[in-house]
């Protein structure tokens, strides 16, 4: 035999016993504990992308990196391009696709009086959708399927009821463990939509919610929990970091800068005293700023969608002269500019979640009634000592209380942990990764 055939034999023996280790070590007790096995399906809005959504999925993913490493992890959402990108190595095992959104946008199209019951039909037939084949034998193939959190099955997108009757449809051929978390239900969807998000919900191992409006109306149709917003979660082990690395002000809201987080979609309903939407806010934001006394060079201005976060403070102009804009990946790779002493003026709610959790004072803004009324008002009710405005009409004082005091803010992360424990159980050996 010749010098290469040699090495070659002992090439494919060194790759035969690594492969051996490799299967001893997923087949033992510290393999399965360490999710060795397991297919864990998530399904959410991920990429869009919105700061809200990506840290929720990046959260779980990272958590999931630490409990169950040796898990396949496949991520289902809409925008599996741009969620790549943003998700990096959240976890050492993840596959993003978009089978259930392109199912679900599908049937919104073609059956637009009740898509998710085609829905629900596609993913136990795959010769109703032959081009997702492969897709949906992942989804099949699911140990666990989990829809993240977040406010996107209610009125205001009514077919992503078709995301929880495919899971729940699935679930009930395979007895696949199936479960939600955080879910943002109100404004509900109307019948005959309803009917179908309560029975899809009823074959669902866990139900919870993030705010009392959604337990409420869920109240005698499904066993539900409360546990708050799964954002928390990223509070609890935060890494990446999810404020920036700045000095903070030794008193909160005396460190005489303002934060802005304004979005321009969902706004055509907000009001002021001379008209509404994107300019009746950008005129609220601007005497709220002047009564205020805050000079353009002491405001941040945050996106936590780009371009969406832009308009109102492009329509500010010269008033913000000298202001620090922090873009969407500033955001995303460097925190939020939180817990240094400013005050927040927010529409959007997760940066209000953040802030508040930092210390930091503010406004939340209800940009659109009831979707953004129910969400900031949760946090209000959580602990936070913002202010809620649900008009431009009334300019209100600069707010100095603070936001999240400690033990509001460990109760709602433990909250949050405890609900995470129960759908991912961690072995006592691994308890310090919990």
């Not at 990272?62 to 959402?77: F, G, S, T, Y």
């Not at 609220?284 to 700023?289: G, N």
């Not at 005050?343 to 997760?350: D, E, N, P, Q, V």
């Not at 431009?392 to 603070?402: E, K, L, N, Q, V």
Request: glycine share 10%.
């Amino acid at each position: 035999m010749t010098k290469w055939g040699q090495l070659e034999r002992v090439r494919a023996l060194a790759g035969r016993v690594e492969a051996s280790a490799r299967r001893r070590a997923s087949e033992s007790s510290v393999g399965r504990a360490l999710g060795s096995g397991e297919v864990i399906y998530l399904i959410a809005p991920t990429g869009y992308p919105n700061y809200g959504d990506e840290l929720i999925a990046r959260t779980w993913l990272r958590r999931l990196a630490r409990i169950r490493p040796q898990a396949k992890v496949i991520l289902d959402c809409h925008s599996p391009g741009s969620a790549s990108a943003l998700m990096g190595d959240a976890h050492p095992d993840l596959r993003v696709v978009d089978t259930l959104w392109q199912l679900s946008n599908h049937a919104a199209e073609t059956e637009p009086d009740a898509p998710w019951s085609w829905v629900g039909r596609a993913v136990l037939d795959a010769g109703l959708a032959p081009r997702l084949t492969a897709g949906i034998d992942l989804l099949h193939s699911a140990t666990t399927i989990h829809l993240l959190g977040g406010g996107y099955v209610n009125s205001v997108w009514p077919h992503h009821v078709s995301l929880l009757v495919a899971a729940a449809a699935v679930s009930g051929r395979s007895g696949t463990k199936v479960v939600a978390t955080g879910q943002g239900l109100v404004p509900t969807v109307e019948e005959p939509a309803w009917t179908a998000l309560v029975t899809a919900l009823g074959a669902f191992d866990i139900v919870d919610v993030r705010d009392t409006a959604s337990a409420q109306a869920l109240e005698g149709a499904v066993d539900v929990r409360q546990s708050g917003d799964d954002a928390w979660l990223a509070l609890h082990r935060p890494q990446p970091a999810v404020y920036r690395d700045e000095v903070p002000a030794e008193t909160p809201g005396q460190g005489g800068g303002v934060v802005l987080c304004l979005q321009s979609d969902l706004t055509e309903k907000f009001t002021g005293p001379s008209g509404s939407g994107v300019e009746a806010l950008a005129a609220f934001v601007h005497d709220t700023l002047d009564a205020w006394e805050v000079p353009g060079s002491a405001v941040t201005v945050v996106e936590g969608i780009p371009g969406h976060d832009y308009e109102v403070p492009f329509r500010l102009g010269s008033r913000l002269d000298g202001a620090r804009v922090l873009n969407f990946c500033d955001v995303w790779f460097g925190g939020l500019p939180a817990g240094q002493g400013s005050t927040w003026i927010s529409t959007r709610f997760h940066p209000h979640l953040i802030a508040a959790a930092a210390g930091d004072p503010g406004v939340a803004i209800v940009p659109m009634p009831v979707y953004y009324s129910t969400k900031h008002r949760s946090l209000v009710e959580a602990g936070s000592a913002w202010s809620v405005v649900d008009s431009g009409d009334t300019i209100p004082d600069r707010p100095t209380a603070g936001g999240f005091g400690t033990t509001d803010r460990t109760r709602a992360i433990e909250a949050k942990v405890a609900t995470a424990l129960d759908i991912y159980p961690v072995a006592p050996l691994f308890a310090h990764r919990a």
